[in-house]
């Protein structure tokens, strides 16, 4: 078994029909693949069994999730996934369905052979602990939606913390010249939806998805306006009411744990959704965009912050990422931009403008996975060590579909129209981005400011 490593790349590539993009070590110590290719190492038996149960994407997750596979001692995990994706995307590969007559054929009884000399070929192993359970119920059900939303968002908000910073702004930044640090990225990102919605001193604010309650603290202080947040994440609901209370701001902010189909006191002068319509799915988001038509005030602005996917290519259907779905969104669900307009549009709306923040997202999902990485400890005795797993591999690899143009983030700005067809904006883009409240911050200052240590989960900074 001393060629062990050298007996599975050599079947792999056989029934695959290309080199394999990575450096194998196996459980034996021996190495092969390409000599500059990026190193995984198979530290047992059962990382081998998850990849032959689970072939692909799946069991390549779950064997790093559990500690079965790891990247090699001074590895980079970007190196390893940058492979993988780029493999990915090889036609044979992205086309490849492998049916039963491949595996008994006569490379793929070669890849099993390897694998029993391996005493790799047994019962399907459990999946890690953090994988999502079989969801229940109808699909974006408002029971359903919340146990999805509970999975991502209730894994603890001194987790969020730690990967976060003191923004605690699960979105993507928006790096100005001006942004010296992910805090004030995050700020300006903040202020860019404010001035987007053309807030001013008086206008009822509502924030469908408010997270922890980072952009209704800034809306508030800094536009003079009044607001209602509300989330179905009861950890993030609990401490944003608690930021609020701190900011002494309970008479003009409110948080609700709701459902965004529940709300029903408007209308809103503006409304705001940044990170929350990928949680929406296909078959509700009529219902969506409808009801924010419905709960905005004629003449006011709706600023849609959204991932979007890439048209499928022609003639292949579209497939969600099985890791995505199993432990990170469970049920998300992303559409092209194009679709996305559509719909806003079928609703009602008018877009009036659409800004791709594509690399923006890359830079601040680096920024997040550095600060888990120089928190792992911590992190680790949080959440435990799977779980760190997951965030690290996920925010690691979606850096890179962003960098690679895999996927993509838009700000759609849409207005409901008076009865007489006016929008309100200004008359050029320029003038309307540069208008903003008198005492709104300057682009990077960081706000809202954190509140001592130890009286807030926001009062890390990001560690770069």
């Not at 450096?23 to 190495?31: E, H, I, L, P, Y």
């Not at 290719?37 to 072939?55: D, E």
């Not at 994988?131 to 001194?158: F, K, M, P, Q, W």
């Not at 700005?413 to 067809?421: C, I, K, Q």
Request: glycine share 10%; with cysteine; aromatic share 6%.
């Amino acid at each position: 078994m001393a060629q062990l490593a050298g007996q599975l790349v050599e079947a792999l590539e056989g029934l695959l029909e290309v080199p394999v993009p990575l450096r194998v070590q196996a459980w034996d110590g021996s190495v092969a693949g390409p000599p500059a290719a990026p190193t995984i190492v198979l530290r047992n038996r059962r990382a081998l069994r998850r990849l032959l149960w689970a072939p692909g994407e799946l069991g390549l997750a779950r064997a790093y999730v559990s500690g079965d596979l790891e990247v090699a001692p001074g590895g980079d995990l970007y190196e390893v996934l940058d492979a993988v994706g780029r493999f990915s995307e090889l036609p044979r590969i992205r086309t490849l369905r492998l049916g039963p007559g491949d595996v008994v054929g006569p490379q793929g009884r070669r890849v099993l052979a390897a694998a029993l000399r391996a005493g790799a070929v047994g019962p399907r192993p459990t999946p890690p602990p953090e994988e999502a359970g079989t969801a229940r119920g109808r699909l974006h059900s408002r029971s359903r939606d919340r146990a999805a939303i509970s999975h991502h968002y209730d894994v603890g908000n001194d987790f969020y913390g730690l990967v976060l910073g003191s923004s605690m702004v699960y979105s993507c930044a928006y790096w100005t010249p001006d942004s010296k640090s992910l805090e004030d990225a995050q700020a300006a990102k903040l202020d860019l939806i404010c001035r987007k919605l053309g807030l001013r001193p008086g206008m009822r604010l509502l924030d469908v998805g408010c997270g922890w309650g980072s952009l209704l603290l800034h809306a508030v202080r800094h536009y003079g306006v009044t607001a209602v947040g509300v989330s179905i994440s009861k950890e993030q609901v609990a401490l944003a009411r608690r930021r609020v209370e701190e900011a002494g701001l309970t008479d003009r902010v409110e948080v609700r744990l709701q459902d965004y189909r529940e709300i029903a006191d408007g209308p809103f002068d503006a409304i705001s959704s940044v990170g929350m319509a990928e949680h929406v799915g296909e078959e509700q988001y009529r219902v969506y965009a409808e009801g924010l038509y419905r709960l905005l005030a004629p003449g006011g602005r709706l600023l849609n912050h959204q991932i979007a996917r890439r048209p499928d290519h022609p003639g292949e259907k579209h497939r969600t990422s099985p890791f995505i779905d199993r432990y990170v969104f469970p049920d998300g669900e992303l559409s092209p931009v194009g679709s996305t307009v559509a719909r806003l549009e079928e609703a009602g709306f008018e877009v009036r403008d659409v800004e791709s923040l594509r690399e923006h997202y890359a830079l601040t999902l680096r920024e997040w996975v550095a600060n888990l990485e120089a928190h792992w400890t911590e992190a680790v005795r949080l959440v435990g060590v799977g779980r760190a797993r997951v965030w690290r591999l996920y925010m690691a690899a979606s850096a890179l579909a962003f960098e690679q143009n895999r996927i993509g983030i838009n700000q759609v700005l849409a207005v409901r129209s008076t009865e007489d067809g006016a929008a309100g904006l200004p008359a050029t883009r320029e003038e309307w981005l540069l208008r903003r409240s008198a005492g709104a911050p300057r682009l990077g200052a960081g706000v809202p400011a954190a509140p001592p240590a130890g009286t807030d989960l926001g009062d890390r900074r990001s560690v770069r």
